[in-house]
C-alpha cells in the first residue's frame, strides 16, 4: 500500500480539522534514538519529537524493559479503585520533585485532562467559576480547556462552562506591552492584572492559568519574574496560581526543571503530560493537598495512571534523572539556540528567535516589518523536511517554526540539525527575494 493509498483512506474515516503536516504527508514506521524513518525508508533527525512528547527519544531499551516487565503480569489495567504499585511509586517521585509542599498527584490520560482537573479542583476551592488566562495560550480542547484557550485557532466552540477575563501575554513583538521596555513590561502587567480584576470579574475568582513559555502560542513567554509579580496580586485576593507545564516540565528549558522556578515563584498547582510517557498516555496535576482535596464528590480516572502507563512513566523519571537531562538541554541548546540566531542575524524575515534549552521557536514575518509571513514558514518548514529533519509549526499566526527535540539530542546532531534548519531558512529567504 502506497503513502497515496492510506492518504485516502486517512481522508475518508477521519474528520478534516485533523491536520497532516506536509504537502505530501509522511507515516512514520520506526525509530531509534532521534531519528525515525518513513515508509518509504527515508531517514529524518526528529526536531518535534511527537509534539514535544517523544523526551527521551525512540526505541529507548531501559523504558521498553519496563513496559514489557509489566505485560509479562498479565495486568494491563485494574482501575484505580485497586492499588497499583507503579501508580504510587511515580506519584511519591513526581510529589518529591515538583517543588510543590504537601503535594497530592492526580494521573490523567492527556494535557487536556490535567487542565480539565485543575481547573475542576481550582474552582471547587474556591466555589467560583471565575478564571483568569492568557491571550495566545493553549491548554486543551474539552470545553473547560478550551474555554480558557486563547487562540481563535484553537477554539472550536463558543460555548464555555467558565467566567474568563483575559491577561495580556508579555509578547516582545506584538501588542500593547510589546510597545514597553522589557524592564517596564512586568510593572504593565501587573497594572493590567489589577485592571481586569477590577473591571471584569466579580472579585471571587477562582485561578489564574498560564504557561511559562507558550507552546502552540509559538514560545511566546513573557519576562522571568512575571508569575512572582502576579502572584503578590493573586495572594492578596486568595487566588491560586496553576502552571501549566505540559510542554515546559522536566527540564526542557534546561536553566530549571519546571518553566514556573524560572519566575521565582511556587504555583498553588501544577499540571504535566506529554514527555513523562514518551509516548505513553499518561499526564496529571500536582498540588497542595488542601487544594487538591477540595473536590466535593467521588471521581477517578479510568486509565489515568494505568500500569503500563506509569511502568512507563517511572522509567522515564528515572533515566531523565540519573542521565542529568535539564543539563543536557541547556547545552545541547544553546549550541542550538546560539548558532541559530547567529547564523539568521542579517535576515530581516526573521522576527525573532525565542525560547530556552530544547524549546526553540523562529517567528518569520514579512521583511521590514512585524506582519506574519505563514506562506514563508511553510516553505521552510517543508525545506526541512526534504533536508531530512522534522520540526514542527505554530504561533497565533501560523508564522513560526518550533523545535522541541528528544532531551537526549547530542551536540552532533544539534549542530547537524542546525546545519539543515539554517539552509532551509536562507534558501526560503533568498527565492522570496529573489522572487
Known amino acids: 500500500m502506497t503513502a497515496d493509498d492510506l492518504l485516502a483512506r486517512h481522508r475518508a474515516v477521519l474528520p478534516s480539522w485533523m491536520p497532516l503536516y506536509y504537502a505530501e504527508p509522511i507515516e512514520l514506521v520506526s525509530g531509534s534514538g532521534r531519528r525515525v524513518t518513513d515508509a518509504q525508508g527515508r531517514s529524518y533527525l526528529d526536531f518535534f519529537g511527537g509534539v514535544l512528547t517523544n523526551m527521551i527519544g525512540y526505541d529507548i531499551p531501559e523504558i521498553r524493559e519496563a513496559v514489557e516487565r509489566q505485560l509479562r503480569t ?26 510543590i509542599p504537601d503535594a497530592r498527584v492526580f494521573f490523567t490520560n492527556s494535557g487536556t485532562e490535567a487542565n480539565e482537573a485543575a481547573l475542576l479542583v481550582a474552582t471547587n476551592y474556591r ?24 487562540n481563535r485557532s484553537w477554539s472550536a466552540s463558543a460555548l464555555n462552562p467558565l467566567q474568563v477575563a483575559w491577561l495580556h501575554s508579555g509578547e516582545r513583538l506584538r501588542g500593547l506591552l510589546a510597545r514597553l521596555d522589557e524592564t517596564d513590561r512586568i510593572d504593565a502587567a501587573v497594572e493590567d492584572l489589577h485592571e481586569v480584576l477590577a473591571t471584569q470579574t466579580a472579585g471571587d475568582v477562582a485561578c489564574l492559568i498560564a504557561e511559562p513559555i507558550q507552546g502552540v502560542g509559538g514560545f511566546v513567554h513573557g519576562p522571568d519574574g512575571l508569575f512572582a509579580a502576579w502572584k503578590k496580586v493573586l495572594d492578596e485576593h486568595g487566588i491560586l496560581l496553576i502552571s501549566d507545564e505540559v510542554q515546559t516540565g522536566w527540564g526542557r528549558t534546561g536553566e530549571h526543571f519546571w518553566g514556573y522556578q524560572a519566575h521565582g515563584v511556587t504555583p498553588d498547582l501544577l499540571t504535566f503530560a506529554k514527555g513523562i510517557g ?32 506509569t ?125
Not at 494491563?76 to 515538583?98: C, D
Not at 496535576?285 to 488542601?290: N, Q, S
Not at 522541541?404 to 551536540?411: D, Q
Request: net charge negative; hydrophobic share 45%.
Open 278 to 309: 514518551n509516548g505513553f498516555a499518561l499526564a496529571g496535576v500536582v498540588g497542595r493537598a488542601e487544594v487538591l482535596e477540595a473536590v466535593p464528590g467521588i471521581s477517578f480516572s479510568t486509565f489515568g495512571g494505568n500500569p503500563i502507563s
Open 311 to 435: 511502568a512507563a512513566g517511572n522509567a522515564v523519571l528515572e533515566y531523565l534523572l540519573e542521565h542529568d537531562l535539564q543539563a543536557n538541554a541547556e547545552r545541547v541548546g544553546a549550541i542550538l539556540g546560539d548558532g541559530l540566531r547567529a547564523a539568521v542575524a542579517d535576515l530581516d524575515c526573521v522576527a525573532e528567535v525565542r525560547g530556552k534549552g530544547l524549546m526553540l521557536g523562529v517567528e518569520f514575518v514579512r521583511p521590514g516589518t512585524t506582519e506574519p509571513d505563514p506562506a514563508l514558514t511553510t516553505r521552510v518548514f517543508e525545506a526541512c523536511r526534504a533536508g531530512g529533519l522534522l520540526v514542527g509549526k505554530g504561533g497565533l499566526y501560523g508564522n513560526v517554526v518550533r523545535m522541541g527535540p528528544p532531551l537526549t539530542l547530542t551536540e552532533d546532531e544539534a549542530r547537524e540539525g542546525l546545519a539543515i534548519l539554517v539552509d532551509a531558512i536562507r534558501s526560503c529567504a533568498n527565492s522570496e527575494v529573489a522572487a
Open 74 to 99: 498479565g495486568i494491563v489495567h485494574s482501575s484505580t479503585l485497586y492499588l497499583i504499585r507503579q501508580q504510587v511509586e511515580l506519584a511519591e517521585k513526581i510529589a518529591r520533585v515538583s517543588g
Open 127 to 150: 466555589r467560583s467559576h471565575q478564571i483568569l488566562a492568557v491571550r495566545n495560550s493553549y491548554h486543551g480542547r474539552s470545553y473547560a480547556a478550551m474555554g480558557v484557550t486563547g
